[in-house]
């Protein structure tokens, strides 16, 4: 066994404290930039601030609001809770028209988001229905939604309804005093006791989309109606 020497062994001494500086140092220094990689990850987070799917459903207009005669569609009523999904943009050459007579026309914009909610309630006495959806987009997709809705009506101005294979007529106007740009498209059918309106509505980054077929305006005055209820209730949150 070697043995240290008197003048070794205060040297190796002396060094010990300065060791144990350093490594309580690299220490600190690790856990700083843990930290600080914690904090960056977080105010990277693409769906930081963004509302989910739960809190998008207080926002939809509820069973009182709704006329007599209206009853919710289970079936078409849903949320992505609190989770958010990947968002997907489709290159959308030709849009399959006949689904703008439909609950949740919006996809026909081939943008999706990453939160919504939506619910459907039907009159069977009168087969109206109305329709409302919440989605939530990152950045400033809303606003391309938006944009690719007023390209819907210019790509389809008229499609074959394919229960009575008579012609829908559709037109389309801005709509003024709902949300931040709203826009508004209407359907029409000789062969329909009512047209149908539908409508969105951007509020910061969602948008709002209705469809209604109540009422002998095509459902104009309802659709508004709703849509500004819903875009009351996401003021200043989304």
């Known amino acids: 066994m070697r043995h240290l020497s008197t003048a070794t062994k205060l040297l190796a001494s002396a060094a010990l404290p300065l060791a144990l500086v350093a490594c309580s140092s690299g220490s600190t220094s690790t856990k700083a930039s843990a930290s600080t990689g914690a904090t960056s990850a977080a105010a990277k987070d693409p ?8 809190q998008l459903k207080k926002a939809l207009a509820p069973a009182t609001f709704f006329a007599a ?20 943009v489709a290159a959308v050459s030709k ?18 988001g990453v939160s ?8 069977k006495s009168t087969s109206a229905e109305i329709a409302q959806e919440i989605d939530v987009y990152r950045g400033t997709t809303a606003k391309k939604v938006i944009g690719a809705v007023v390209k819907l009506a210019s ?10 294979s008579s012609k829908v007529k559709v037109s389309e106007h801005s709509e003024a005093g709902l949300g931040d ?3 508004t498209i209407t359907l029409t059918d000789s062969s329909w006791q009512s047209g149908t309106t539908l409508t969105a509505a951007r509020v910061g980054t969602a948008v709002v989309s209705v ?20 875009v009351s209730a996401l003021k200043g949150k989304a």
Do not use: V
């Open 211 to 230: 469809l209604s077929s109540s009422g002998s305006d095509n459902g104009a005055a309802a659709a508004k109606k709703l849509t500004g209820q819903i």
């Open 155 to 164: 790509a389809c101005p008229s499609f074959t309804d394919s229960q009575t």
């Open 95 to 112: 849009p399959d028209c006949t689904k703008l007579d439909g609950t949740s026309w919006i996809a026909l914009t081939g943008i999706d």
């Open 181 to 183: 740009e709203a826009y």
């Open 47 to 54: 769906n930081a601030g963004l509302l989910t799917g739960t």
């Open 116 to 123: 919504f909610a939506q619910g459907d309630y039907i009159n």
């Open 69 to 88: 005669g209206f009853a919710s569609d289970s079936s078409a009523t849903r949320d992505t809770g609190d989770t958010y999904s990947e968002p997907s």
